[in-house]
């Protein structure tokens, strides 16, 4: 086992719970995890949302998704994904096609490249996930999941 939080941001006193202590270990990790996530996304020309979308629109096949769409699937709060969408559109990686049917529908759909590079990132992300998260015994990686779904499920009820 590492370094506790208060040894590593050399904290003398205790925390004034453990609730504090459980939120400044989540921020930390977080902020750690999104650091490495940074670092290796841009190693290939992505940010982490980019390739939130790349994931986003595999996923949703040859029809594609709207902007709103892909807005309410993103891991994170986005304000302006037309302008990531713009941008993700003039490096190749994605086009937004009017639908015949619907006018007012813009579905945005992967290019082969696009598409060549989130294919390519599976094996890469697996091996950063498995760095970061390889060490935990899958009961302790189901015990993660659940308490952080149980956290997120109580910040939505606010």
Do not use: C, W
Request: proline share 4%; glycine share 8%; aromatic share 4%.
């Amino acid at each position: 086992m590492g370094a506790t939080l208060r040894d590593e941001i050399h904290q003398t006193p205790p925390f004034q719970s453990l609730e504090e202590e459980a939120a400044l270990n989540l921020y930390r990790t977080t902020h750690l995890l999104a650091e490495a996530g940074e670092f290796f996304y841009r190693q290939h020309g992505l940010t982490p949302t980019q390739y939130n979308v790349l994931r986003i629109l595999r996923g949703a096949g040859d029809t594609g998704l709207g902007r709103n769409d892909i807005r309410e699937r993103l891991l994170g709060r986005m304000p302006d994904v037309t302008r990531l969408l713009d941008k993700m559109e003039e490096a190749g990686l994605v086009r937004r096609e009017r639908s015949a049917a619907d006018r007012r529908s813009v579905p945005t759909v992967l290019t082969a490249r696009g598409r060549d590079l989130v294919n390519a990132l599976d094996e890469p992300v697996a091996a950063l996930q498995q760095r970061q998260f390889g060490h935990l015994t899958r009961g302790q990686l189901h015990t993660l999941i659940e308490t952080l779904t149980q956290v997120r499920a109580q910040l939505a009820q606010k």
